[in-house]
């Protein structure tokens, strides 16, 4: 099977007894960098579970700088060491793969740390970003005592990319999404995603998936029709 990894507002860590095929080189449990370009994939049959950190969420669980891993691939071992790959082992041994999410949890929870202060607030900006979508970056920075140099060094550091980058994920995302639901038209879409800029809706788009978004949108509503069709014939 193959396909495109678009771009998310936060980490991915993949675990599975697969091999999945990105860029050439296989990998069976690692970490998906916060992305600006789709990602190619392939992989085999199979059962994995896919860990999507929030935003912030991977800062919690290492010390590395989340800037580093932006735009990279890379095994779990060399973040987390062979523990990493036992924990992929005793998952995937699992046949029921519910069974083996607690021992995740449990992982991840024993390596869970404390915010500064600083971080916090970075954290809460990111979450007022997101619930506030159409308030100006200017007006967010003004609510966080640190110097525009700090916040956007800090920021990088603890989402992987800068604040403009995320918004335009993040919007970018919700688009995405909401291709999926009935909306008649993709003025629409662009309209509830907080795109005012048709041009710019389009262009994020296509830089983010490498296709226009009226491709995404014809064919999620091919898949909308069938669905009504295949419930309208099961209630006969």
């Known amino acids: 099977m193959s396909k495109e990894f678009v771009p998310k507002t936060g980490m991915v860590w993949a675990l599975t007894n697969f091999s999945v095929t990105i860029h050439n080189a296989q990998f069976h449990n690692f970490l998906i960098g916060i992305h600006t370009e789709p990602i190619p994939m392939k992989w085999e049959n199979g059962k994995g579970v896919f860990v999507r950190f929030s935003p912030y969420g991977m800062s919690r669980f290492t010390d590395i700088q989340i800037d580093e891993f932006t735009n990279h691939l890379l095994e779990s071992d060399s973040v987390w060491g062979n523990e990493a790959n036992d924990l992929n082992n005793r998952s995937m ?125 014809e064919k999620a509503n091919f898949y909308r029709q069938l669905n009504k069709l295949i419930r309208t014939s099961s209630t006969v």
């Open 93 to 217: 041994s699992h046949m029921n793969l519910t069974e083996g999410i607690p021992l995740i949890e449990d992982f991840l929870m024993a390596r869970i740390r404390k915010p500064s202060d600083n971080e916090q607030a970075i954290f809460d900006l990111v979450d007022s970003l997101d619930l506030h979508d159409d308030i100006s970056i200017a007006e967010l920075k003004n609510t966080i005592s640190l110097s525009n140099r700090q916040l956007e060094r800090k920021f990088k550091e603890l989402v992987g990319v800068n604040i403009q980058s995320y918004r335009r994920i993040y919007r970018f995302q919700k688009a995405f999404k909401q291709i999926q639901l009935e909306y008649n038209t993709l003025t629409d879409v662009g309209y509830h995603s907080g795109y005012f800029d048709q041009s710019h809706f389009s262009r994020d788009f296509r830089s983010f998936t490498n296709y226009r978004p009226n491709h995404f949108f």
